[in-house]
Nanobody, 126 residues
Framework: VQLQASGGGLVQAGGSLRLSCAAS????????LGWFRQAPGKEREFVAT????????YYSDSVKGRFTISRDNAKNTVYLQMNSLRPEDTAVYYC????????????????????WGQGTLVTVSS
């Protein structure tokens, strides 16, 4: 499975961006899809995940209420709508895919994701 993230850019604080991540290759088995981010000098951290069927979503406390994850299974694409952006949201955002379903207590663990995209840079200016 290959993941291609896009949609990053430069935005002012308070603004919005929508990230997309398209999956290609052997996607027939279905995947839970998630977003992580990595700021300079920091470890990659969990942002949001959506279950294979899209019925369950999970968010980190730092983005809850501001970001929304969704997916279009017909297009094998996951989205991250980011509103009320803050300078501390500046990071490279990565999408990850986990084969099959994902357990709620594991969504924030990088090791459970089988595939990763190349990342897209989001810069929020103050």
């Amino acid at each position: 499975v290959q993941l291609q993230a896009s949609g990053g850019g430069l935005v002012q604080a308070g603004g919005s961006l929508r990230l997309s991540c398209a999956a290609s290759g052997r996607t027939d088995s279905g995947y839970a899809l998630g977003w992580f981010r990595q700021a300079p000098g920091k470890e990659r951290e969990f942002v949001a995940t959506i279950s294979r069927g899209g019925e369950r979503t999970y968010y980190s406390d730092s983005v809850k209420g501001r970001f929304t994850i969704s997916r279009d299974n017909a297009k094998n694409t996951v989205y991250l709508q980011m509103n009320s952006l803050r300078p501390e949201d500046t990071a490279v955002y990565y999408c990850g895919a986990k084969s099959g379903e994902i357990l709620s207590h594991t969504v924030a663990l990088r090791r459970v994701y089988n595939y990763w995209g190349q990342g897209t840079l989001v810069t929020v200016s103050s």
